[in-house]
């Protein structure tokens, strides 16, 4: 009964990031390769021919095996989701969220935003043999 759970937990967690993905295609602010990624990975875990035809995509695929090869995230990438993060930030120091939470979540996506610019942008020597 454990692993039928599981499978569908992994299942569901995949299709669902998938769905949001495709949504955020058109949709400018919700990000469409995390959800990708997020798709791809859980697929692996419970659903294996999602997870092939994810990666043999020929526009989904290419930033989920940059992504597992080499760490990447396009430059274009990094500019949204800073802007998504710095819109959050601002957003909820309006809202009636708690203060804690208000100094919190700022802080965290500031460290969110400096790893993420400094994960590589393309492929280059210093990636090329990870």
Known sequence: MWHITKLFFWRLLALTSLI????GIPLPGLPTVPFILLSAWSAGKGWPALEQWLLAHSRLGP??????AHGIVPRRAKYLAGGMMTLSAILIQFSAAPVVLKLLLPLFLLLVACWLWRRP?????????D
């Open 20 to 23: 949001l993905g495709l949504i």
């Open 63 to 68: 930033p989920v095996l940059a992504w597992r």
């Open 121 to 129: 942008e393309q492929i280059t020597q210093d990636n090329k043999h």
